[in-house]
């Protein structure tokens, strides 16, 4: 929950969620058009629409499409014996998401928990500031709670990146923080902000886990899974 202290920093994004938020480019569905990443946008709504039921369905940005590449062992060991579906794009931001749930929405797949990481992209590549980027991701839980109204979102918060006071660095804390006011008491939405576990203690982030202090290593992932692994004991208890 907030403390006072955060209040004041919250109250001007959180009150665009709880309004009817306005529209702009991080809440309005729009396609991915560069053509290194078609292939991959095909792929995931392939997956969306033609794979079996799955338990776990993640969405996101490329450090979610990477438990297929760095976070390949923690993947196969922890999320591929619960039937776990992988529908991250590198460089999505929270509108090309939007867009891939309205052709292939998450229903047929009944999942009983979604894992969603996504807003990075919104910041740094400028599109959105915080409130903005804040409005898409609520846009997203909302999106993808209507189309799998029993299944828990796992809302992980934007994680930290680049240096240790950079603005971009200061707009995912702002966001996290309304996320986490945002959603305090909402049923099957759980706000997991696990980023401290990915800075020393001057809050600088280790190589070892960010090698280019946006992307995960194994280590890296490593650290992701053993945060789910509540919300999947709780979900999924036969898992």
């Given at each position: 929950?907030?403390?006072?202290?955060?209040?004041?920093l919250?109250a001007?994004?959180?009150?665009s969620?709880?309004?009817?938020?306005?529209d702009?480019?991080?809440?309005?569905?729009v396609?991915?058009?560069d053509?290194?990443?078609?292939e991959?946008?095909?792929?995931?709504?392939?997956r969306?629409?033609?794979?079996?039921?799955?338990?776990v369905?993640?969405?996101?940005d490329?450090?979610?499409q990477s438990?297929?590449?760095?976070?390949?062992?923690?993947?196969k060991?922890s999320?591929?014996?619960?039937?776990?579906?992988?529908?991250?794009?590198?460089?999505?931001?929270?509108?090309?998401?939007l867009w891939?749930?309205?052709?292939?929405?998450?229903?047929?797949?009944e999942p009983?928990?979604v894992v969603?990481l996504?807003?990075?992209n919104?910041?740094?590549?400028?599109?959105a500031?915080?409130?903005?980027t804040?409005?898409g991701?609520?846009?997203?839980?909302?999106?993808?709670r209507?189309?799998?109204?029993?299944?828990?979102v796992?809302l992980?918060?934007?994680?930290p990146r680049d240096?240790?006071?950079?603005p971009i660095?200061r707009d995912?804390?702002?966001?996290?923080?309304?996320?986490?006011a945002?959603?305090a008491?909402e049923p099957?939405?759980?706000?997991?902000?696990?980023?401290?576990?990915?800075l020393?203690?001057?809050?600088s982030?280790?190589?070892?886990?960010m090698?280019?202090?946006?992307?995960?290593?194994?280590?890296?992932?490593a650290?992701?899974?053993?945060?789910?692994a509540k919300?999947?004991?709780e979900r999924?208890p036969?898992?």
């Amino acid at each position: 929950m907030p403390t006072i202290s955060t209040i004041p920093l919250l109250a001007t994004l959180v009150a665009s969620a709880l309004a009817a938020g306005p529209d702009h480019r991080s809440t309005l569905p729009v396609p991915r058009e560069d053509a290194g990443i078609l292939e991959r946008q095909a792929e995931v709504l392939r997956r969306a629409r033609e794979s079996a039921p799955a338990p776990v369905v993640f969405i996101g940005d490329s450090i979610t499409q990477s438990w297929e590449g760095p976070g390949g062992e923690t993947w196969k060991a922890s999320f591929a014996p619960r039937g776990a579906v992988n529908l991250g794009v590198s460089g999505d931001r929270t509108e090309h998401v939007l867009w891939r749930l309205a052709q292939a929405p998450i229903t047929r797949l009944e999942p009983k928990v979604v894992v969603l990481l996504i807003g990075t992209n919104n910041l740094g590549h400028g599109t959105a500031n915080a409130e903005q980027t804040f409005d898409g991701i609520s846009k997203v839980v909302e999106t993808v709670r209507a189309q799998a109204p029993e299944a828990t979102v796992a809302l992980c918060a934007i994680l930290p990146r680049d240096g240790r006071f950079t603005p971009i660095r200061r707009d995912c804390l702002a966001v996290n923080q309304a996320l986490a006011a945002r959603f305090a008491g909402e049923p099957r939405v759980e706000v997991l902000d696990f980023g401290l576990r990915y800075l020393d203690r001057d809050a600088s982030i280790p190589k070892d886990l960010m090698p280019d202090g946006l992307h995960l290593s194994p280590a890296g992932y490593a650290i992701w899974s053993e945060e789910l692994a509540k919300v999947l004991r709780e979900r999924m208890p036969a898992g």
